[in-house]
């Protein structure tokens, strides 16, 4: 076994870093996370060009045709720079397209997603925490839906909506569908706005009717919410040791006392050794089809909850600066309550891995 | 025979690296085949966290060093044949880093008094050993005069690592789970409460996040690649999974934890027998370096902090 990146998995993360150093540095950030959409077109499509957009769907609709792992990578790159944008939501649709069992449908959109000129995403949630295929209740009633979809990261932006519905099935809406009524919600991450959609009998395809292909979608997102989150977390430490060593108080840097030296070597053994999680996930969803789902609840309860204490442990660090809209550290305490509690949050996502390890 | 760890997992890789050819052809086969048993001989009563200030002597004459001081913490030394120790050999070294050296010592000899120390789990593995003018030969000196403090930092790595072990961990949660499996909590099977499903997975993130990592590290090592930070946070790493299984545990065994652990074979080996790891824990907090010594290092090391002064 070996357990390492390979050179091209290497070469896309520095592809991916080295334009968001360029396009989403601190002021960008700020620019978007305070802008009325949250989504910034030339920065989506500087990422479509590099291939982020279509990384893991096939090749004959102009993607890349990669795994899970590798969006996952790209997943953490983007994390780090707290990247706003629909990233999470374009690529679970992408996926749920390439899955479907209507080639038709598949044909007709996977180019334009791969591309990046159509906006995908997925309604999972219907209010109260319910987030699970088994928990859909929006009813599967070709060829119209009626209901009410929650949580929906940048509805307000897609051209393509895939919706759960009942017994685990997936039903794709378009845009200009009539009946389909688009309302914002208030989000607390800014980088990844979400809405809320209303169906007044809307026009929808079935995309599947098979819950273990709802299941997957789910899969995918547990990974790269948990590679954002090891992501995100890591580049929180690194900003707070940065920070810890030329920040002076008492005549001396800060990262010079014990106390804080300490809380840093804590955040650290918290968050280094948990990347391996995110990549054996991705992995086993690629590879180990009977380890994908334990693994996927293992690292998205571990990795976001990690990011929650690094995160609001990097605020502490950097004391009354770490409090304030303009310092970047409340981005990534947001982002972090984003990937905690989107799909469900760490105890939900513990009592599934519980189940699924058959204890 | 060899007790796990001491001989064949410090001092032999110590060797390998800083070794003679002759203390290699003399020591390093017998001790991989268990007929040498070695102690540690690095801790002294003054001289814990601040091992660099260690006060034992050792004078070259005629031919023979001539060693003088105490140390203790030395794990089962009462049955090991050599100690590998720090000594003061040049006292007017500039700094307390300098003028230590590394010596190979036989402990059968008059000049060498041993007191096991009675541990909180009522064994006794641990020993102060009292050094009055015991002697060795000059050249049982491993890495130059006065190189001592670098190369006890080898086996220090060498003591982390063993520690560190990532496999330890996995094993310790396996046995957590076969104690759930037949356990009961607030009346319920445990494995059945939620609490304990959370508490368990919980733990499962870090054990396998450990085990990732070991795996990471293991496969850059073998391309030649440097792992970087995470080989410093291996020892607190295994020690926070050692606390938390402890922790769990402890909620498992139920009202057992009011016995005492078994010592040897004298006392039964029910869920009491979990005491014992209860209390291994906090050893595993200090021993190899304190959680807070790792800490520093993690910190200054790793993260690449300011140095505390003077230390």
Partial sequence: ?359 | MEEPGIGTSMLVPTLLECGTEALKQRFIPETLTGDIRWAQGYSEPNAGSDLASLRTRAELRNGQWHINGQKIWSTLAQHAHYMFLLARTEPDAPSKYEGISYLLVDLRQPGVRIRPLKQMTGSAEFCEVFFDDATTPADWLVGGRGEGWRVSKATLNHERSMIGGAESSVELFEKLLSLARKSNFEGVPALAHPIMRERLSVLAGEVQAHLYSSYRQLSMTAHGQNPGSITLMNKLVNTNISHKVAAIAQDLVGDAFLLAPPTGSTRGAGPEKWNLRFFASLGLTIGGGTSNIQRNIIAERGLGLPREKNV
């Fill in chain 1, 1 to 359: 076994m070996n357990f390492l990146l390979s050179d091209d998995q290497q070469e896309i993360q520095e592809a991916v870093r080295r334009y968001l150093a360029k396009t989403c540095q601190s002021v960008d950030l700020h620019r978007i996370f305070d802008s009325s959409s949250g989504h910034d077109i030339a920065l989506w499509k500087g990422l479509a060009d590099i291939g982020v957009t279509g990384l893991a769907l096939p090749e004959e609709a102009g993607g890349m045709g990669l795994e899970l792992i590798d969006l996952a990578l790209v997943a953490e790159i983007l994390g780090a720079a707290a990247t706003p944008g629909p990233f999470l939501g374009h690529s679970l649709a992408g996926l749920a397209l390439a899955w479907s069992s209507n080639k038709t449908l598949a044909r007709r959109w996977l180019p334009g997603l791969a591309s990046g000129e159509v906006i995908g995403t997925v309604a999972f949630a219907e209010g109260a925490s319910l987030w699970w295929p088994e928990e859909w209740q929006l009813p599967s009633a070709a060829p119209v839906l009626v209901g009410t979809k929650t949580r929906v990261p940048f509805a307000a932006a897609a051209d393509l909506i895939v919706v759960g519905t009942s017994g685990g099935q997936l039903y794709l809406v378009e845009r200009d569908a009539p009946g389909l009524e688009i309302s914002e919600e208030d989000s607390v991450d800014r980088t990844r706005r979400l809405g809320r959609i209303q169906f007044h009998k809307t026009p929808a395809s079935l995309l599947t009717a098979a819950p273990d292909v709802a299941e997957r979608l789910c899969n995918a997102a547990r990974v790269l919410l948990a590679a954002d989150a090891f992501g995100g977390a890591n580049c929180c430490l690194e900003r707070t040791v940065d920070y810890a060593k030329t920040r002076e108080q008492f005549g001396r840097p800060i990262g010079a006392f014990q106390g804080l030296k300490h809380q840093l070597a804590d955040l650290a053994v918290a968050i280094e050794p948990a990347r391996g999680l995110y990549w054996y996930a991705a992995h086993a969803f690629d590879r180990i089809p009977e380890q994908a789902s334990p693994a996927a609840a293992l690292a998205k309860a571990h990795l976001t909850d990690c990011y929650i204490q690094v995160s609001r442990g990097s605020v502490e660090a950097h004391g009354g600066i770490g409090y304030t809209w303009d310092c970047d550290i409340q981005i990534y305490v947001k982002r972090a309550m984003f990937d905690y509690a989107f799909l469900g949050g760490a105890p939900k996502h513990r009592a599934r891995y519980a189940d699924l390890a058959g204890w």
